[in-house]
DNA sequence: AACGCAGTTCCGCAATACCGAACAGGCGAA
DNA sequence: TTCGCCTGTTCGGTATTGCGGAACTGCGTT
């Protein structure tokens, strides 16, 4: 484990989480380093684009080369490429924006996202991190995993991040138990007052869930009748079904085991 | 400079110019480093979520914790989200697709995508990177640095894009001349066939440009009649002295010099 | 069955990155 | 204006730390 590249990363990461620009003192300190060193790895890191400091104040933020190397993993990423036709599907036949997301460390990460076909401005979501357990896509990839894996996500951190989202590690297994009987999961504004989503996992040739597709809207388009709920599950588990066979599962991976 | 975060950083790179999944000894040979010096490189990086894995083959590729940093960077970039509504309205009072780019090292990096209006399937070209004399971004951003590292750039490297590239320093500094007479620049299929732009520079409280913001389209749209030109010139350096009015640039900046 | 090549581990050497202390420049208070 | 305090920055000695040669292991091929 190389120590210097440790450190350059925790000021990286130290830079996106706590405010933008910041000086060398204040990482010096958040981060536990003497002022020389922390200074040494900025300067490395504006050589190369990752930072760049702010000539007016001399603190220093987040640099331009960042974003060309986050655009370069959504290049590598398989299943962002090959969900883009079927995302853009999904959400003509439901009428509703699709995600597609991956799982990092504890959080989902959304690396595609098709807009709402009608509606007002939209954001783009791509590169969005969500607590797991606050989220359809992040329950129904955790479903699917190797069960000591599951058993270490509900024993870590839960957040509440609105008064309806579940922190209780017994209610969330519950709920991932019913996952892999229905094959999909289902979000009630736990990560957002008014969203909803449902979403099934994805999976790849090694049997592994890789990660997930699924809708995210209005919780009264969502979820609010019983029948477009159904009809919104039936279309998105499907086409989990069709994205993970083009990733080459095979026909016995865990969604045809529920 | 931290040799080791040099090189950490050179191996990210390799990954993402050259294609994803490449081999320890692969990278070892590139980056001119012993196999073993790699490798923990590599390790480290892998345990920080920027590189992962390939169980299958054993290779390594970019990894999540890129898309979070470099959506972070987007976060800290004031010029994006101050242009946004900008951009909006400017995308549907020239009915074209309006992009916001900012200047890194000798390519421009495009931060910002309003779609058009109407029309088909357009992708998202936020993390797009173009050599800087290669689209109307870059020249209208170029035109108005300082005159040290415009003739740094104009000494670089000009690689041809497309059979309408302009390669030549002289003819790209006459053009320069050109778009401070009148504020904005011009491309004509020089980055892709078909495709054409027009943008203006955009300054901040310090004065110097900072990025740029055009509207950029099939070039029957863009530039085929004069009047329309004429219309989509003004409508982009309107926009543009307003969000740099935004951004705190003063009425005595460069692009009333001209 | 033997080969070659991949990723990985080990260990000694010394190059390298770390940090304490001192420097320089800008801002605010007095 | 002057002083003092706070930045970001530079310097150089120390020993920690990362480096790479050589050896190991497991896989796919010949």
Redesign the pocket.
């Known amino acids: ?7 350059a990363v925790r000021v990286l990461r130290e830079l996106a989480t706590a405010g933008p620009r ?7 300190e958040r981060i536990g ?11 490395t890191l504006e050589s190369e684009g990752l930072v760049r ?1 702010d000539r ?5 933020l987040l640099g331009p080369g960042l974003l060309q190397l986050g655009n370069a993993y959504l290049d590598t990423q398989e299943l962002r490429t090959r969900s883009v036709t079927w995302a853009d599907a999904l959400a003509s036949r439901t009428g509703e924006a699709v995600w597609v997301a991956v799982l990092a460390e504890d959080h989902v990460l959304v690396v595609h996202h098709a807009f709402r076909p009608e509606g007002a401005v939209q954001i783009l979501e791509v590169g969005a991190t969500i607590p797991w357990h606050t989220c359809a896509l992040g329950k129904a990839i955790v479903a699917f995993l190797p069960s000591d894996r599951q058993a270490a996500l509900l024993e870590g951190e839960l957040p509440r991040l609105t008064g309806r989202s579940v922190s209780d590690p017994a209610v969330l297994a519950e709920q991932l138990e019913q996952v892999r009987g229905i094959g999909y999961a289902v979000e009630d504004q736990e990560s957002a007052l008014g969203d909803a989503g449902i979403a099934s996992p994805v999976f790849d040739r090694s049997g592994e869930a890789v990660g997930a597709i699924g809708v995210v809207g209005p919780v009264e388009h969502v979820l609010a009748e019983e029948t477009a709920r159904r009809k919104h599950a039936v279309a998105v588990r499907e086409v989990a079904r069709n994205l993970s066979r083009e990733l080459g599962a095979g026909r016995g991976t865990a969604w045809s085991e529920a």
């Open positions: 484990m190389v120590q210097s590249v440790h450190r910041l000086g060398v003192t204040e990482l010096a380093v003497a002022k020389p060193t922390v200074h040494a790895l900025l300067r400091q007016e104040t001399g603190k220093y």
